[in-house]
């Protein structure tokens, strides 16, 4: 088995899991970083963070040209629901759930969510996958929060970290997130997309690994990372 992550740019994620392909926060066609467009890729699962339109992205013409089921939370999927994505499988704070590419524990976020119609989204998250080759924590959109080190806890191999300030943490956050986390590597998202989130990543990078000695990996989007 093997685990392969593609960035697509912001906090967009193609992932190979086994025989298993995942999307997580498809914003695909709007997204100026994104190698790919929505009615080109695969996915058997689509995981969403929240229901702002930079994460849900292209998440419902996906399900419904693949038939994937989405996973998100509650209000997040009785919304998907509605407009006609026939597999959903929603879950909450906290909660984990052994799927067939691996477990998957949902994470609080600090951020707010609504959907594009302005009907509540309920709490933002963020997502750890569990699979035999190691672990990984997606952020997603959220402020630094200290139970970041119980999340660290569950012994990360690597972890995708907002830096593009102004919506989500900032560089220097972000670096007191990584201490808190201890991943094995960190890969900077969610910067970069457009001139309010720029960033350094390669100056944070650098950063990181001379003041926690974790590895960064700065990815271009259509980057990969194999566990
Ligand atoms: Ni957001
Ligand atoms: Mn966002």
């Not at 899991?17 to 695909?28: K, Q, S, T, V």
């Not at 707010?112 to 119609?117: E, I, L, N, V």
């Not at 989500?168 to 989130?197: D, F, N, S, Y």
Request: proline letters at 5%; charged letters at 15%; hydrophobic letters at 45%.
């Amino acid at each position: 088995m093997s685990t392969e992550l593609t960035w697509l740019g912001h906090n967009a994620w193609s992932i190979r899991a086994g025989d298993y392909r995942l999307l997580l926060d498809p914003f695909l066609n709007d997204n100026p970083l994104s190698p790919v467009k929505a009615d080109e890729v695969a996915a058997d699962f689509i995981l969403v963070s929240h229901g702002h339109g930079d994460h849900l992205g292209d998440a419902v013409a996906i399900a419904q040209r693949t038939g994937a089921t989405v996973v998100g939370i509650f209000e997040v999927c009785e919304w998907l629901a509605a407009r006609g994505v026939k597999s959903v499988h929603a879950m909450n704070l906290g909660g984990g759930y052994n799927f067939p590419f691996g477990r998957l524990t949902m994470t609080l976020a600090l951020h707010s969510s609504a959907m594009p119609d302005g009907s509540y989204g309920g709490s933002p998250c963020g997502f750890v996958l569990q699979r035999a080759e190691g672990t990984v924590y997606f952020a997603c959109d959220t402020a630094l929060f200290s139970d970041m080190k119980l999340i660290g806890a569950m012994g990360l191999d690597l972890a995708a970290v907002p830096i593009g300030d102004n919506y989500t943490m900032g560089p220097a956050a972000a670096l007191e997130a990584v201490r808190l986390l201890q991943p094995k590597r960190v890969v900077p998202v969610h910067c970069g997309t457009w001139p309010v989130i720029a960033q350094d990543a390669d100056a944070w990078a650098r950063q990181v690994q001379a003041e926690t000695g974790v590895q960064a990996v700065v990815l271009k989007p259509g980057g990969k990372i194999v566990l």
